[in-house]
């Protein structure tokens, strides 16, 4: 029996690759779109197997469209298809429980394996993945229903830097500047009790800033 995907990607050029690269095989790719608005009511229509999606889209943030599945399909599998090898990203999405996160140049060989093991019920996060991680995904110092203090400002920051943006790509979004950024980071890494990046990340994922 095929296994049936729905393909989630802005660029046409991906989506031709992939239809190509998977012929021939037990996997079938049964709808494709361009915009995450587009996937909930694809998803309802096709009932595919794996959703194979990308983190950047057109019109927004391919994880919230993850976390929207994730929602409302729990036991659909969402692997996340990106160019972007980016802990921030990977930590999002453990958080917010793909099934996987696959990099564009996956050869074919373990593309198509990978998609099989997440159709048969595996998920595809490996011991090196999770050690880039780091402490990411340990308890937090801070209890998680903590109010914590964060102002306007920071919390515009805070989301920004769980999208994977720098700090240079958020001075640009929110027209301040570059050591501005900086500033708010250090505040915001103090204030929540976490040490770098990705756990920032993971914490706004869990407080639903995100």
Known sequence: MAIRVLVVDDHEVVRTGLRSLLAGTD????????????VPGLVKQLRPDIVLLDIR????????ILGQLKFDYPD?????????????????CVALNASGYLLKNTPKAKLVEALRKVAGGEDLWVREEMRRLGSALAVPRLPADLDVPLTERECEVLRKMAMGLT?????DAL?????TVKEHVQHILRKIG??????????????KLV
């Open 57 to 64: 889209l057109a019109d927004g943030d391919g994880t919230k």
């Open 167 to 171: 700090n240079k790509e958020i001075a």
């Open 27 to 38: 996997i079938q790719i049964v709808g494709e779109a361009s915009k995450g608005a587009e």
């Open 175 to 179: 027209k301040i500047s570059y050591e």
């Open 76 to 92: 659909l599998p969402v692997v996340i298809f990106t160019a972007y090898d980016n802990p921030t990203y990977l930590a999002r």
């Open 194 to 207: 976490v040490t770098d990046r990705t756990q920032a990340a993971v914490w706004a994922v869990r407080k």
